[in-house]
């Protein structure tokens, strides 16, 4: 492994064990430490790895997987995914075998609702942080509210399809 | 000891096979476009496996949400662990991640082959716009039960502040607001009272 193999492993692995309530409370960080510390993408790059992510069935963090592929390949890949995946389900493992025996913990409890409004605040966070690279004119504000306003107010459509639209929108009316 | 585990009417069920976990994983991270991989979860563990009740789905969730990572990466590991120990969580992960972790690195190559093309560039930044649009539904949705107190409000603000107003580590966001919040919401009469203590304000 060379050096930028371990910034790779270092970097997910750190992204791993703070993604308190979700992927989305580390797009800040991911977007710090993959742009301006390593200068691993560009603004925009990044922009367009969280939109490869999203297109992708299952977890919505696989965009980790695309990353590490640009730096350092299929090595790069393995890297990005393992760092990103492993640590925290060492700690799901540990943490769900231990949870029993803190069944009716005042403190339990507590750090429950403490959690609750900081994983909302840091998916604030991780919005603004998307939203400064990939909301950059009127046809992006109007992508973006459109799809709001259809999943906030409108009948169940699988986001996705609202996804993919974007896409075709996208291709069609931005220069 | 664990009454939760001893159901006491069945006959010990025979371990779940490796490869059932990893195809019922593989099966939900390969359906689940979109988000909601919670609903997902529920029917193909609840409903048609049954290797969890509904408490049980629901406490694997609140441990997932508790933690650090992807709910959806965590339950993968806690119900593979409680079916078959570390090699069930070993397969439920690698379930839940390789066909869109596969897909993803499809796009990867595509894109590194395409750089500089404007017309994938137009479509990506199309989807970003979408996916912010999404995000902000999302986090709505997730908020609004926050929103009607101001302790809630004050600490939602000041978590979006500290990360966007300042840049500093993720770690020094949380050292701050982690110990404060677990400091107001903290556990009121489970301490004896040495008599030196103030008595708190807002009870009722």
Known sequence: MNDTDLSILGVFSLLSVLAIGGGTAVLPEMKMLTVEVHHWLTDSQFRDVYSLGQVAPGPNMLMVIVIG???AGFTGALLAFGGFFLPASVIAIGASRLWNRFEGS??????????????????????????????????????AAAVFGL????PRINPALLILAGGAVGFFTLS | MDPSLSPPATEPAPPV???????????????????????YLRNALVLSKRWLDED???????????LPGLNATNMSVIVGDRLRGPLGAAAG?????????LLVLGLAVLYAQNHGNPDMHKVLAG??????????????????KQLEHLREIGLIVLTIALVSGFHPSLVIVLLIVLPLALFIYRPRLALPDDGKSPPPEDAP
């Not at chain 1, 999943?151 to 409108?154: A, I, K």
């Not at chain 2, 976990?21 to 979109?34: Q, Y």
């Open chain 2, 17 to 39: 096979p490796l490869r059932e976990i990893f195809f019922t994983f593989l099966l939900i991270g390969a359906t689940s476009f979109g988000g909601g991989v919670v609903a």
């Open chain 1, 106 to 143: 005042v403190w339990r409890e507590a750090l429950q609702r403490a959690l609750a409004p900081i994983v909302v605040g840091l998916m604030g966070a991780g919005l603004i942080a998307i939203a400064r690279t990939a909301i950059v004119g009127v046809e992006t504000s109007l992508i």
């Open chain 2, 93 to 101: 992960l690698l379930g839940m991640t390789l066909p869109g972790g």
């Open chain 1, 69 to 71: 592929y640009h730096v």
């Open chain 2, 127 to 144: 989807i970003g716009a979408a996916s912010v649009g999404l995000l902000l539904a999302v986090t709505v949705q997730i908020g609004h």
């Open chain 2, 56 to 66: 049980e789905f629901l406490t694997v969730l609140e441990i997932a949400q508790a």
């Open chain 1, 151 to 154: 999943v906030y107010f409108g």
